[in-house]
């Protein structure tokens, strides 16, 4: 094999790691997007739940004066 088809052969199989990777990077990114939004999700609940026990001790100290 010459030096020019081992350049050529190399140059395939990097094509072909650079393509690989292209699709990894896709993949991970999409992953990425979903557990954001599961992340945003699961924030807001939070926050629902924490205005709710605010409230519940609100009307408990308000009962409690009263």
């Known amino acids: ?3 020019l088809e081992k350049l050529t ?3 395939f199989e990097q094509r072909q790691e650079n393509q690989r990777l ?3 990077i896709t993949y991970l990114q999409e992953e ?3 557990t954001e939004d599961d992340l945003d999700k699961q924030v807001q609940r939070l926050e ?3 205005q ?3 409230r519940q ?3 408990a100290l308000f009962a409690r004066k009263g």
């Open 1 to 3: 094999m010459d030096e």
């Open 9 to 11: 052969e190399q140059l």
């Open 22 to 24: 292209r699709g990894q």
């Open 32 to 34: 990425l997007a979903s």
């Open 48 to 50: 629902a739940k924490v």
């Open 52 to 54: 709710e026990l605010e």
């Open 57 to 59: 001790l609100g009307d």
